[in-house]
């Protein structure tokens, strides 16, 4: 089918539930640098991340062990960003960091938010899709490729651009898409500036699409929330998630990424 619309996914709270990996890790690091004195609960992240500029889990963790002796008025820990990192890495991955047939951490047990076949079924019904993710190249992959099983994954992750709510990784990822449509039909498609369909969990990943909007006004951006599943648990807290997704600029609001089919970006389409 000749593509009308182009599909770019976050990755932690899209296509994988990070709320016992990612968000875990984070407790963990902030409980450690507090000398176990606060762990912030998955409601205290979230409001962190509602503030839209803590993509990028380790400055998160960064900032909640600052505020935590800020809001005391106490000396803060002397502590690198390097070793917040490396205690983070240990257990989101495990003790060996760097090869992936070794890890052994949160990460190997994430629960899958999407089939390979879901992905599939949105390129046939004239939807080809990327993914732009603030998670490492080797955790992306590790989830893309080692456990959804997708071969060549177009993807642009946390080394390759500037963190959101910059856009720059988001037309990145629309670009690998134009690449490919471009060499796979002699017809022109990067040209007709498909609009572009983004999903992500946080309020940096709308606000992304908002700051796309305005770089690039030729081109249609569309935001779509979805709502990570520890967002869930409760009918008042998932309204309040919602309600700030929008605030940040969803157009829609969706309680998982399977619902985010061709025939819905269609029907948000003029």
Known sequence: MTPFAIAVFDIDGVIRDVGGSYRRAIADTVEHYTHRRYRPTLKDIDQLKSEGIWNNDWRASEVMIHRYFEQRNEPKPKVSYEDITDFFQKRYRGPDTQDPDQWTGYIANEPLLVEANDLQALQAAG???AFFSGATQGSARFVLQRRIGLSNPALIAME???????????????????????????????AKKLPVIYAGDTAADMKTIVAARSQCPDRQWLAVGILPPHAQHSTRYQT???????AAGADIVVTHVR???AALIRQMLP
């Open 127 to 129: 939807v080809p899709y």
């Open 259 to 261: 619902q985010m089919t």
């Open 240 to 246: 309040d998630y919602g309600s700030q997704l929008k």
């Open 160 to 190: 390759d651009a500037p963190s959101k709510p910059d856009p720059t990784g988001l037309m990145m990822a629309v670009q690998l898409v134009e690449t490919q449509l471009s060499a796979d039909k002699p017809a022109d498609c990067a």
